[in-house]
């Protein structure tokens, strides 16, 4: 963040040569600008490219207000936090200006008879960008008050006459003033207060218990809101659809590649996780996406996989700490901890009821599959098939370091196999190649050439 401005005065202002610009104009000039620059307006957005990103710039270029559709977690949230980048760093403000009123142009009453008296000496204050974006979570009990204002008994205590403007508290959009509103969930707001923003978006005034004030408010009205056939708490009432200018509708990152980028981005991790098991993990929810078993209309939120990679982590960390010297790298088996942990985080049909362990179980076993297929095709597995020969099995589990893992593989002599298999996913430590490994035997269970018991924490593969 670069230094706040040292100008103080109206006049220092005037000499610097600034120049007053509408909320919408400086969002769209310094978006284009961005844009010439081949600069990314939109940082930590994947999967968004090529869809909604244009649709948004087109949208802001417009200078129109913006509602975004879409299923839980799909980033809506984050991307209009991202829109503060789009803003000056720096603006002048009329120091002590309950509205955030720009210096060249006061609009309350209060501040034009300061400005009519100060002149040039009117003071100014800098407001960061970050303080121009305004986030508010739409409950069914937010109140006209809250978004839009109300008398304040206690100034009229002070003497001040009912119908004097000065009686009044300003609520969140008016305070919100040269700046952008973010409403998200919009219909759980009520629709009388969806009717108190009517004005605000079309005619740009306030009312306030019978008050009409032709303020000029300059905000940028942004929303998020479920698609209405899923959210059954309320609707975005038709006059107010009508006045967001641009209605976008989000989506889940439609690339693998994408969806292990959220993934990566947005987990707190506290061990390492290899790619193969964020692709597992990242595979698996598409495919839960994609079940008529899953309640499609509620959607498979990206917490929902990122809740997964913060687990898997958990477990590495765990083993490391209870055998102490094993490396906190996760493995194939730490992905079964993840499936106790995710399944209230979808919704299942009315008609799965009982079976949901096992939902989640049989698609997390057909992502690993499509991982093996992905990453060991080509690979002659037949030397390591061959080395069980009825008798010989391998245990691994939560509790079985990496090193013990592979101690206990059988000898290949003269085989290349498991140098190969570690090849292919990067394995070059000891947790790392005992993961790779693990994930091969996983592969030749799932596709019948060996057997596998699981129970109390530990698989035996023979």
Known sequence: MSEQPEISTVAQLRAAGHVQKSLREEIRDNLLAALAAGENPWPGLHGFDRTVIPQLERALIAGHDVVLLGERGQGKTRLLRTLTGLLDEWTPVIEGSELNEHPYEPITAESRARAAIDGDRLPIA???????????????????????????????AEGRRLGDPETIHFGLVPRANRGIVALNELPD???????????????RDIQIRGYVLRLPLDVLVVASANPEDYTNRGRIITPLKDRFGAEIRTHYPIELDDEVAVVRQEAHLTADVPDVIMEILARFTRALRESSEINQASGVSARFAIAGAETVAAAARHRATVRAGDEPVARLVDLETAVDVLMGKIEFESGEEGRERDILEHRLRTATAEAVREHFRGLDFAPLVEAFDGRRTITTGERVTAAEFL???????????????????????????????ELALEGLYLARKLSKESGDGQTVYG
């Open 407 to 437: 101690d206990a593989l059988p000898d290949l002599s003269g085989s290349t196999l498991y140098d190969d298999v570690a090849a292919r996913l990067d394995g070059g430590s000891t947790g790392h190649r005992a993961g790779a490994i």
């Open 189 to 203: 707001l009520a629709e009388r207060i969806q009717v108190a923003l009517l004005n605000v978006m079309e005619e």
């Open 126 to 156: 800098w407001r960061h960008r970050s303080e121009r974006y305004v986030e508010k979570l739409s409950t069914p009990d937010t109140s006209v008050a809250d978004m839009i204002g109300d008398v304040d008994p206690m100034r009229v």
